[in-house]
């Protein structure tokens, strides 16, 4: 099977730009969480979504968004983009479902520098 | 606030060494536990899933996991450290119920020496 894919691998964006940002699960996962990993705050939970629906949320500001399309590819936004928006962003898929704790396999992820 | 703690952000051993890292959980023993291992400029892959149901689990490219009552931390552990196990490592516990949230150690940079 084909791991995650993330699109693109890397961005380098302005201020006050938006972005979006693209991740192909694994074939048959349904469930799709979106990190952000920072040197100073390391790898912190954005969102989670299942079935194109968000089932949970991390603590970020509302200018973080996503969505999950019928085929379970999900993307992010980022708009207004600030300097402190730089990281690395992970996408990982699960099987989901009613249970947790399903293994999570990562994506390459996209490294968004903010100019 | 749940949080998770690796002990020691950079460890190094030599080759051929037993590697041993730690990771501390706030709240009282989480079912499930990750390790993952992150190499420069790539995602995360997963090594185990720890299950506090088993002693020891086994994970890819020789590594183990168990829980140490004694000292409430979790272990990976590698009997005899490789070039290519230099790398970034992290603890995983997923929180929150039914969703995939997982909160994540701080990490713990591996360097073998030779």
């Known amino acids: 099977k084909a791991g995650v894919t993330q699109t693109p691998r890397y961005l380098i964006k302005t201020r006050g730009q938006q972005v979006t940002l693209s991740c192909s699960p694994i074939?048959?996962?349904?469930?799709v969480s979106w990190y952000q990993q920072t040197p100073g705050q390391g790898l912190q939970f954005l969102f989670e979504?299942?079935?194109?629906?968000?089932?949970n949320k991390g603590n970020f500001p509302g200018r973080f968004s996503g969505r999950q399309f019928s085929n379970s590819r999900s993307e992010m936004n980022v708009s207004t983009l600030e300097l402190g928006d730089s990281a690395l962003y992970l996408c990982?898929?699960?099987?989901?479902?009613?249970?947790?704790?399903?293994?999570?396999?990562f994506g390459p992820g996209t490294r968004l520098t903010v100019l | 606030a749940q949080s998770v703690t690796q002990l020691g952000s950079h460890v190094s051993v030599s080759e051929g060494a037993l590697v041993l890292l730690r990771c501390n959980y706030s709240?009282?023993?989480?079912?499930?536990l990750f390790w993952y291992v992150q190499y420069p400029n790539q995602g995360l892959q997963l090594l185990l899933k720890?299950?506090?149901?088993?002693?020891l689990v086994k994970g890819i490219n020789g590594f183990e996991a168990e829980f140490k009552k004694s000292e409430t931390s979790f272990h990976l552990t590698k009997p005899s450290a490789h070039m290519s196990d230099a790398a970034e490592y992290f603890c995983?516990?997923?929180?929150?119920?039914?969703?995939?949230?997982?909160?994540f150690g701080t990490g713990t940079l591996l360097a073998v020496q030779p």
């Open positions: 990982a898929s699960s099987l989901g479902g009613a249970l947790s704790y399903n293994e999570q396999f």
């Open positions: 074939s048959g996962h349904r469930s």
């Open positions: 979504y299942f079935s194109e629906t968000q089932r």
């Open positions: 709240s009282s023993v989480p079912p499930y």
């Open positions: 720890y299950t506090s149901a088993a002693t």
């Open positions: 995983a516990v997923p929180i929150g119920g039914a969703t995939n949230k997982l909160i």
